[in-house]
């Protein structure tokens, strides 16, 4: 069965560095866009970041666009989330999510994580 498994949040200060893992199995990793929402307290599901099934292009939120960037490597069936200048509105539970297409990122989600939290805060 598809798994998703994300780690590496935490607290951190603002201005701060925080990297997300996200550990795929139960389906041919390679073949799937992937991409990262969150949901901060009392708010809504934000869709924060995507990469197509090759890593060829990606996309991001203007809430987050030049502080973060995704990344994947196929071969160890992860994806990843580099969170740079952290800022106290990034405050969320970040999910990891499969899509349905090989290159397409803004819709077709199937899987979903259990999500890791992370807080920015002093």
């Known amino acids: 069965q598809v798994q998703l498994v994300e780690s590496g949040g935490g607290l951190a200060q603002p201005g701060g560095s925080l990297r997300l893992s996200c550990a795929a199995s139960?389906?041919?990793?390679?073949?799937?866009?992937m991409s990262w929402a969150r949901q901060a307290p009392g708010k809504g599901l934000e869709w924060v970041s995507g990469i197509y099934s090759d890593g060829s292009d990606t996309a991001y939120a203007d809430s987050v666009k030049g502080r973060f960037t995704i990344s994947r490597d196929n071969a160890k069936n992860t994806l990843y989330l580099q969170m740079n200048s952290l800022k106290p509105e990034d405050t969320a539970l970040y999910y990891c999510?499969?899509?349905?297409?090989?290159?397409?990122?803004?819709?077709?989600?199937?899987?979903w994580g259990q999500g890791t939290q992370v807080t920015v805060s002093s």
């Open positions: 999510v499969k899509t349905v297409y090989v290159n397409y990122i803004h819709g077709g989600y199937d899987y």
């Open positions: 139960g389906f041919t990793f390679s073949r799937y866009a």
